[in-house]
T-cell receptor
């Protein structure tokens, strides 16, 4: 069974540009969550999607948006990139959204904004 | 919202020693507490988790304890090995019982041969 997959693995953008990151959950998992991990810190929650609907949002500006597709894959979009958006973006999948659900992380997309 | 504090930020031990990492959380509604290990450049990997109806859980050399009254939980690694060297993150489910996780800032564990 494949684990959580993410693409691309690395990305370099310049300030003001837009980026789209992609995530495919573990087969059978219906929930996808996005986290931002800045170097030296723990992952910080951005969004959670379940059954194509946003079920939770962290403290991030409106430049960040996401969506989930009928096959449960997900995209994270970031507009008007800032230098501070440079980070590892992690996707995690879980069966559902009940509390106590185990979340499994993908390898991440490392974004560098110049 | 939930806040998770993790200590120490770095921990150096000799091979064979035990290592203990401690976390506190703020939201009393949190009821799921996973621990992740992250090696350099790799994804966080779940190593053990504990749910609020349990006070302690063991898996070989790894154990986690939970004190809901005091709102703290700890990771114990016995007989440490060099391959245990990594950054360890604690997390708590939240806010308000949902499955999103709030992470601590991590503990860099270095096990010297």
């Amino acid at each position: 069974d494949a684990g959580v997959t993410q693409s691309p693995t690395h990305l370099i953008k310049t300030r003001g540009q837009h980026v789209t990151l992609r995530c495919s959950p573990i087969s059978g998992h219906k929930s996808v969550s996005w986290y931002q991990q800045v170097l030296g810190q723990g992952p910080q929650f951005i969004f959670q999607y379940y059954e194509k609907e946003e079920r939770g949002r962290g403290n991030f500006p409106d430049r960040f948006s996401a969506r989930q597709f009928p096959n449960y894959s997900s995209e994270l979009n970031v507009n008007a990139l800032l230098l501070g958006d440079s980070a590892l973006y992690l996707c995690a999948s879980s069966l559902g959204i009940a509390d106590q659900e185990t979340q499994y992380f993908g390898p991440g997309t490392r974004l560098l904004v110049l | 919202g939930e806040n998770v504090e993790q200590h120490p930020s770095t921990l150096s031990v000799q091979e064979g020693d035990s290592a203990v990492i401690k976390c506190t959380y703020s939201d009393s509604a949190s009821n799921y507490f996973p621990w992740y290990k992250q090696e350099l450049g790799k994804r966080p990997q779940l190593i053990i988790d504990i749910r609020s109806n349990v006070g302690e859980k063991k898996d070989q050399r790894i154990a986690v304890t939970l004190n809901k009254t005091a709102k703290h939980f700890s990771l114990h690694i016995t007989e440490t090995q060099p391959e245990d060297s990594a950054v360890y993150f604690c997390a708590a489910s939240g806010p308000s019982g949902y499955s999103t996780l709030t992470f601590g800032k991590g503990t860099m564990l270095l096990v010297s041969p």
